[in-house]
């Protein structure tokens, strides 16, 4: 192994452990306890270490959104192929995503909430949120109806789950009745 491979090696592993620190401290405490200084002192480096990697807090958030973007992705899909026919895979999709943003609630926001400087739908879109979409209409696509835009169809449907697990995690939805929600969101949107 060269020098600069060792180095390069090094520098990635130091950008992961900057990700995971932000990542489990913003999950521990909310983003308002990620500072740049904290980071530095948990990772055991120096700020300036820290800034040549991330210019800021914005960078670390989208570096955890696209992180998280991978995960939500690879999440749905494993839950969506374990399902038997097309609405089942719906449900199933339906309660990955949801799952997956009551126990990432950090994650979720950086992805979603906070500003992390990504762009979505846009062609210089990072390739992570993309396929985390692409995961979405992999499983909607089959149910969105005849002559209705799959692309649209899905992000209706992710608008809904987004709704849900906002509201039901700021309280303003009881959590007990999340699954008659997926039930209802699959039996009027999913053309079965």
Not at 69 to 76: F, I, L, P, R, S
Not at 85 to 97: C, D, F, K, S
Not at 162 to 186: C, I, K, Q, S
């Amino acid at each position: 192994m060269s020098v600069q491979d060792r180095k390069q090696r090094e520098r990635a592993e130091r950008e992961s452990l900057i990700v995971a620190t932000a990542r489990e401290l913003a999950e521990q405490q909310g983003w308002d306890a990620v500072t740049t200084r904290r980071l530095a002192e948990r990772i055991e480096y120096s700020q300036p270490v820290l800034y040549s990697h991330f210019r800021g807090k914005r960078e670390i958030i989208g570096a955890v959104a696209l992180e998280g973007a991978a995960e939500m992705a690879a999440e749905v899909r494993a839950a969506a192929s374990n399902a038997n026919g097309p609405r089942e895979r719906v449900t199933a999709l339906a309660r990955a995503y949801l799952d997956f943003a009551e126990r990432n609630p950090a994650v979720y926001d950086a992805m979603f909430q906070l500003d992390g400087g990504l762009a979505f739908a846009q062609e210089h879109t990072p390739e992570p949120l993309k396929d985390a979409f692409a995961a979405l209409l992999e499983s909607l696509d089959e149910v969105a109806g005849d002559g209705v835009d799959p692309g649209l169809f899905t992000e209706v449907f992710w608008a809904s789950l987004h709704g849900l697990a906002t509201l039901t995690r700021t309280g303003r939805l009881p959590p007990e009745d999340t699954e008659p929600r997926v039930e209802l969101l699959v039996d009027r949107l999913a053309v079965v």
